[in-house]
């Protein structure tokens, strides 16, 4: 059975800053990209990427206010997100990536940045 539970959503006024984190089991996690995905209308957009070598990718609208990060000893993904914007507020998924191959991604988390 394959899972990606995220944790960490919530309420945080603008400025302020979260922490999401995703935990995989079932997956051999090194070998996976991972990646936070936020939900838009008709689709999920890229925030964030990190490949099974470390090389990261972001979003344009996030670059230099939020990092991602990975543990592979514990299997599991980080989203730190800092200076926090009203414009972030959205759903945030958890994704698991073998190219071409498997994808996988977790139940969301509910980030809202509002004063």
């Known amino acids: 059975q394959v899972q990606l539970v995220e944790s960490g959503g919530g309420l945080v006024q603008p400025g302020g800053s979260l922490r999401l984190s995703c935990a995989a089991s079932g997956i051999t996690f090194s070998r996976y990209a991972m990646g936070w995905y936020r939900q838009a209308p008709g689709e999920r957009e890229l925030v964030a990427r990190i490949?099974?070598?470390?090389?990261?990718v972001y979003a344009d609208s996030v670059k230099d206010r939020f990092s991602i990060s990975r543990d592979n000893a514990k299997n599991t993904v980080s989203l730190q997100m800092n200076n926090l914007k009203p414009e972030d507020t959205g759903v945030y998924y958890c994704?698991?990536?073998?190219?071409?191959?498997?994808?996988?991604w977790g139940q969301g988390a509910q980030v809202t940045v509002s004063s």
């Open positions: 490949t099974s070598s470390g090389t990261t």
């Open positions: 994704n698991a990536q073998w190219p071409s191959i498997h994808d996988y």
